[in-house]
């Protein structure tokens, strides 16, 4: 019984030790396992680029698991029906040109779908830091198990570079913050040069502008999903999410082409 134990803790141990380590060197890493992050993911891995996108929590999804209301349902529009298509999500339509979505069945495909695309998620690991070489250009992130954050241990973090990182930490906006407080100096193209904040909800302006916005604000960094309304000062949206995938394609996009200069 013993050895049956000694074989369980070493295959795990083995396994994700080797894996781990396969990600120290990225071409993308993102931030964040909400459906902009899992969708710029798919994309990226489709295209045979190395991505991981680092997850603090032991779950994936962000705030698409609880619809609206904690109704498990969420809205799609017409123009973005497609994306949700391409995995094989269901759609049902409803009254002026809207779809409705399954938020159970479009988290669950959108991380299976990015994982049979190629990308590595990762969870329970906070990006506590970015990395910044080449004339203050993000290079990577810095990461730590997230159980030592809520600790509150002092146990030092490990760093995993990487040419482009997408910062998909919804509200927070957590990574541009990082950037934002760390390196004297740095501007965003925004109004205030720096995060500016989101605004109330207005979900037809909020849609349109956070594909619109998706972009590099800072050399090596892009920022896509609501990370997006939150730097620029952009309205919410509330739940509905054709935007959020749109985005993720984008930052897919600019990622691409960065890495490949």
């Not at 407080?181 to 302006?205: D, L």
Request: glycine content about 12%; aromatic content about 6%.
């Amino acid at each position: 019984m013993k050895l049956k134990d000694t074989k369980v803790t070493t295959s795990i141990i083995k396994r994700f030790s080797q894996d781990l380590l396969d990600l120290t060197e990225l071409d993308v890493a993102v931030v964040g396992a909400g459906p902009s992050g899992l969708t710029a993911a798919r994309y990226l891995a489709k295209a045979n680029v190395k991505v991981a996108v680092f997850e603090r929590n032991l779950h994936v999804g962000g705030g698409l698991w609880g619809g609206g209301i904690l109704f498990p349902r969420v809205v799609v529009q017409e123009s973005a029906k497609g994306i949700f298509e391409e995995i094989g999500i269901e759609l049902k339509s409803t009254n002026g040109g809207y779809y409705t979505v399954d938020s159970v069945e479009a988290v669950s495909k959108c991380t299976a779908s990015a994982i049979d695309a190629g990308a590595s998620i990762v969870v329970g690991f906070n990006v506590e830091d970015v990395l910044i070489r080449e004339g203050d250009r993000v290079s990577g992130v810095v990461i730590n198990w997230a159980a030592v954050e809520l600790a509150k241990l002092h146990v030092d973090p490990v760093g995993v570079r990487a040419k482009v990182v997408i910062d998909a930490t919804g509200h927070e906006a957590s990574i541009a913050r990082i950037v934002q407080r760390k390196i004297p100096g740095a501007k965003f193209p925004t109004s205030t040069g720096g995060v500016v904040g989101e605004k109330p909800m207005w979900a037809e302006v909020g849609e349109r502008e956070i594909v619109r916005n998706t972009r590099e604000i800072y050399p090596g960094l892009i920022v896509t999903g609501m990370a997006v309304n939150a730097v620029f000062g952009l309205p919410r949206m509330g739940p509905i999410f054709g935007g959020m995938l749109f985005s993720g394609k984008r930052a897919a996009e600019i990622a691409l082409k960065k890495i490949r200069i």
